[in-house]
């Protein structure tokens, strides 16, 4: 059995859960149950914590909750005092934590020193801290408070201090049990896999140690773990190399839970790994039924938001009666939500998969429990909540099936104080265990959560309130979409439609693809005679004169229909582009999705600019602007995006009335032809738009050189865009624009307040994905001596991991280089760099048997001047900095030419204060540095990056117009009407 497509109307779900309900609940019923306990909470809340002092004072929406979110997310993980400064200046002095502008920093240190006394007592406060409010102290008095936030919500820092604790919480409450889980991100290297795995063999041991041997696991404590944390490439398209590497690392951990009778939970991830969990826990499970029939300790943790959930809980319940297991599963409500949504935007999927409702979510949650009580022979249910509505609830269809209620340590104390003592049902705490700097991620999704205005916490804790509002019945369904969906992403119609997209991960999505890839023959392109340059260009021209006619709007209708054409073909194209142009998969249905957008947009742009403008002038006069296209334009398109740039430099040219002699790579022509057929089909005319195939120095020139060219179009390397600036200038005739884009020298730069784990993420993607074959792919990163060390490991290892190999393949992250020249050139550099560089950073070979693959390499390189060279393909290299970044800005810019910056750090006013030093046409903040999006992130450089104005953006369509201005007397038939009858 597999589950259903996560993206389905959500409407049509939350009605079917509403509709397995029906029957189950009274709602009316349900709040006299939990009235009583939310009443007593609000009149005697649990003891002081600081998360709710701060979040009442400074609530998560306002500037000063914002900035202390920032601050809790990354000031324990600075190295080095300057930064550290920096980033507590940049936040605190973003928001007002007092109506005295100059009592703000006081303030706040104050606080966080009196928390620190109350809740730290072992930690002394700086001597005269009041008296003497300097940088360093605020610093120091802030990490408290932060300190203090995380003490909150984390058990201990090692497992031997969380267990201490619990036997704390034991001696108060005899009934609650404990679910440890280590903190920690995923895994990015196997050396970080298996240190995470050493870490839970030690928690596991330690236990089982202080477990009771006669207990069950429904007794004893247990502990929770993230598969995503131990394999660093726990993906779908890693399937095969998860089951054989990571099913025996959990099983180790299941053996030792077996043998002390524990509870050991797979923990829930993002919605894209849910299938590839489900093919880890059966896997164990058949293994559990053959070796340790046993225990009943084995347990999955579920999501409500999910809208799959109620189909996860049914498969979950089938995999236990087929293995005649028992099955302990936590269902949550999840803590991914605005990840998923993200995701569902960018790759333009047709819904949402997790509920954009929150009483959906509520609802869901309902259904799955309900399905789980039914079950009792295959599931033990574990329901983690701190919602009193959803307690009762859970409490009135129970009956007299076990289970167990779980809530987080340092949320729900209060409700369940009151739960417990109405109650026999055993309580279990989901206690994280961590070091401080690895409980960031953690403790910001608690902020989130408990600062949320929707939040059941947060609106416990607030009297205004009232008991209709809190206790509100989830059993009822909305039809009107909370969000718009991805597809209306820019709008609703007629706005532009979002290009849709595929979610690999999926296989009923991928399917398509995968055949078409098997029915695609690469067509041979025969060859233009330069020769007959000129003859295709007077062609062009006469084909003009009608096509410029041709009303805007019927231009950008073409266009359009264009895009529908292709978007329906995604299939064909990119199964195209990877026999071709040796594309991944994800990077293909990228580029066909990026040709959509470029077709859509440009239609929409030449529709708003070329409307005629009135303009002011004297009475008696009409003065009116008016665009129109300037004649053929040549466009010269690369081949490392053989589709989305050759479409986007054509639909630019022919929406705004302009004929194209199109000149694609050499390497790529069957892409264009393509391309060009599709274009036909929907209207252009074959003679507005011609295909030229041949070699840029013979049929390339040829065009660029013949009379009556209206205009150029290049993207490509900075030496041809000159060579072509000088063969226009050398033109008798009009003076011919050229629209350039080059590529540079792209560089990021890290400051230690940024996060290790993200850093490592944008630099794998941004340096080796496409085999770095990007204008905008990273070619040098800067990163701050305080942290180099791990992250160069870490990058080390990451990219160990990657596969390079045969872009047909989904397993595949980095597939060959171009052409043989390509790989020859880029072996050039790198045997360079084997004598030049400090050191081989992230050494690989490639795997034998495919022509011109080249696996990624990093180097460290002692100065930025240094580097001297683009190096178009998977080569990075490292500097280490110190000082202040703006001189490593100034450094950057004296290479002389660069198309993107990434910026990586937590310190707001330092991004936008280098962004504004950066001589390049595109700054990305905390992210990768490839993908922009049409229309989002306009593309392009400036200067020696290039000419302007950005592909995908609103002044590109102007390069390619003419403009003309129309004057009218309106007086010259005798006399001005219209003012003689205005006068009174």
Known sequence: MRLPSPYRPEADIASHRLASLK???????????????????????????????????????????????????????VPDAETAIALTADQLGRANFDSSADSTLARLSSSAIALSKKF???????????ARLGARTVVAATLRAVQLLGRQFVLGQTIEEGMAEARSAHRKHSALRFSYDMLGEGARTDADALRYLDSYVNA???????????????????????LSALHPRYEDAQHARVMRELVPRVWQLCLLAADADLNLTIDAEEVDRLELSLDVFEALAAKVAAEKPQWRGFGLAMQAYQTRALELVEHVTGIAR??????????????????????????????????????????????????????????????????????????????????????????????????????AVPVRVYAPVGRHKDLLAYLVRRLLENGANSSFVNQLADAHVGMDELLVSPLWLD??????????????????????GVDLAVEAMRAPLLAAHAATTVAAVPEFDAQGAEAAVGAAAAAWRSWNRTPVARRAAVLRHAADALQAELPRFCALLVKEAFKTWGDAVAEVREAVDFLRYYADEAERLMQPVALPGPTGESNELRL??????????????????????????????????????????????????????????????QLLHGPGETVGAALVAAPGVA???FTGSTQVAKIIHRALAAKDGPIVPLIAETGGINAMLVDSSALPEQVVDAVVQSAFRSAGQRCSALRLLLLHEGIADPVIEMIRGAARELTAGDPALLATDVGPVIDREAFDNIRR????????????????????????????????????????DEIFGPVLQVVRWSGEPQAVIEAVNRLGFGLTLGIQTRIDSRALALAARAHVGNVYVNRNIIGAVVGVQPFGGEGLSGTGPKAGGPHYLLRFCAEQTLTINTTAAGGNAALLAAIA
């Open 23 to 77: 029957g189950a609940l009274d709602w009316a019923a349900i709040v006299p149950v939990a009235t009583p306990w939310v009443r007593a909470v609000r009149h005697s809340p649990p003891p002081f914590w600081a998360m709710e002092s701060l979040l009442r004072e400074y609530p998560i929406s306002s500037a000063e909750g914002l900035a202390l979110m920032r601050l809790a997310e990354a000031l324990l993980r």
């Open 120 to 130: 730290l007592p072992d930690q002394e406060a700086e001597p005269g801290l009041m």
């Open 204 to 226: 596991t041991r330690s236990i089982a140690a202080g477990a009771d041997r006669d207990g069950t696991p429904e007794q004893n404590d247990g502990i929770s773990i993230k």
């Open 322 to 423: 087929k293995h005649k297991l028992r099955l302990m599963c936590r269902l949550v409500k999840g803590a991914y939500w605005d990840a998923e949504i993200k995701r569902a935007q960018e790759l333009g999927l047709p819904h949402y998969p997790v509920f954009t409702h929150k009483h959906h979510t509520d609802l869901s949650y309902l259904a799955c429990a309900r399905a789980l009580l039914a079950a009792p022979d295959a599931i033990y249910p574990q329901f983690a909540t701190h919602n009193a509505g959803t307690i009762a609830a859970i409490l009135a269809m129970a009956g007299s099936v076990p289970f167990e209620l779980q809530r987080l340590h340092g949320m729900g104390e209060g409700i369940y104080r009151e739960v417990m003592k109405s109650t």
């Open 479 to 500: 039809r009107h979409a909370s969000l718009p969906l991805p597809p209306e992403l820019y709008g609703p119609v007629p706005a532009r439609r979002n290009s849709s």
């Open 628 to 689: 129109t296209g300037r004649g053929p334009w040549v466009c010269i398109s690369p081949w490392n995006f053989p589709l989305a740039i050759f479409l986007g430099q054509v639909a630019a040219a022919l929406a705004t009335g302009n004929t194209v002699l199109a000149k694609p790579a050499e390497q790529t022509p069957a892409v264009a032809l393509e391309a060009v057929r599709l274009l036909h089909a929907a209207g252009v005319p074959a003679e507005a738009l």
């Open 711 to 713: 205009g150029v179009v």
């Open 829 to 868: 550099h790198l045997r360079r760099l084997d004598s030049e560089a400090t050191r081989l950073v992230a050494p690989a070979d490639a795997p034998p048997g495919i022509d011109n693959l080249i696996s990624p390499h990093a180097y460290e390189v002692p100065a930025i001047d240094r580097v001297s």
